[in-house]
C-alpha cells in the first residue's frame, strides 16, 4: 500500500542552523501538508500546497519557515534559523484531493531537536 | 473558529473491556471529524471519519462513533479492546477553508492491560 515517507527520522541541530525535513507523498497526490506537535501538545497545522503554491498557512508559519516540491516527488520544509521552541515532531501528509473533509495520508514524522 | 477537546490524555482498560475514548468538538460551520491513530514510531492512520449521512460511523479494527450535534461529541468506541489496540488516538476537525486543514485534539493514549 502506497505510503507517505519522511527523513530523517531524528534531527538534532543546533539553534540557528537551518534544517530541511523531507517528505516523499503518495505519488498521485496533489495536495500536501506540513503539521508539527510539540512533546505534550497538540498536532498544529503549519501549511498546505497545492500547484507549486502555499494554498494556507497558519500563524505559526512565519518567514522562518518555507517549503518547497523540488522535483516533483519531494515536498520539503525548511527552517532557516532554528529556535529552541522549533523542537517538535514534524508529520508530512498529503491528500488526492482538497475537498473539506477528504483524507489526508500521514508520515511517521520527523522529531527535530534544538540544542 | 474550529477546536477539539479530548478529555483524558491516558485511558487504561482491561483486554475485552469496552472502550471509551471522549472527543467534543466546537464549530461554526458543519463539521467533518476524524479519528486517527498513531502506533509507535509510525505515522497517523485514519481510523473513521464523519462528513454528512449516518451519525454512527463504523472504522477499521472494529471502532465506531456517533457524531452527535446536540452534545457536539464525537466519541470513539469498541465494544471489546485488544492488546493490538494500545495506541495514541487523535481526534480532530476540518478546519472548514477550501484546503480542509485538520485541527486535532491533544490526543489519548490507549493502554490494554491483559
Known amino acids: 500500500e502506497p505510503e507517505v515517507t519522511q527523513t530523517p527520522s531524528h534531527q538534532v541541530t543546533q539553534m540557528g542552523q537551518e534544517v530541511i525535513l523531507r517528505c516523499v507523498p503518495i505519488s498521485n497526490h496533489l495536495y500536501f501538508y506540513w503539521y508539527r506537535q510539540i512533546l505534550g501538545q497538540k498536532v498544529e497545522f503549519l501549511v498546505s500546497?497545492?500547484?507549486?503554491?502555499?494554498?494556507?498557512k497558519s500563524e505559526i508559519f512565519d518567514d522562518q519557515f518555507s517549503v518547497e516540491r523540488p522535483d516533483g516527488s519531494n515536498f520539503t520544509l525548511k527552517i532557516r534559523s532554528t529556535k529552541l521552541e522549533d523542537s517538535a515532531m514534524y508529520f508530512c501528509?498529503?491528500?488526492?484531493?482538497?475537498?473539506?473533509?477528504?483524507?489526508?495520508?500521514f508520515g511517521p514524522g520527523t522529531r527535530l531537536t534544538v540544542t | 473558529a474550529q477546536s477539539v477537546t479530548q478529555l483524558g490524555s491516558h485511558v487504561s482498560v482491561s483486554e475485552g473491556a469496552l472502550v471509551l475514548l471522549r472527543c467534543n468538538y466546537s464549530?461554526?460551520?458543519?463539521?467533518?471529524l476524524f479519528w486517527y491513530v498513531q502506533y509507535p514510531n509510525q505515522g497517523l492512520q485514519l481510523l473513521l471519519k464523519y462528513t454528512t449521512g449516518a451519525t454512527l460511523v463504523k472504522g477499521i479494527n472494529g471502532f465506531e462513533a456517533e457524531f452527535k450535534k446536540s452534545e457536539t461529541s464525537f466519541h470513539l468506541t469498541k465494544p471489546s479492546a485488544h492488546m493490538s489496540d494500545a495506541a495514541e488516538y487523535f481526534c480532530a476537525v476540518s478546519a472548514g477553508g477550501s484546503q480542509g486543514n485538520l485541527i486535532f485534539g491533544k490526543g489519548t493514549k490507549l493502554s490494554v492491560k491483559p
Open positions: 501528509a498529503s491528500s488526492p484531493k482538497s475537498r473539506v473533509g477528504y483524507e489526508q495520508y
Open positions: 500546497f497545492y500547484n507549486n503554491e502555499i494554498s494556507e
Open positions: 464549530s461554526s460551520v458543519p463539521p467533518y
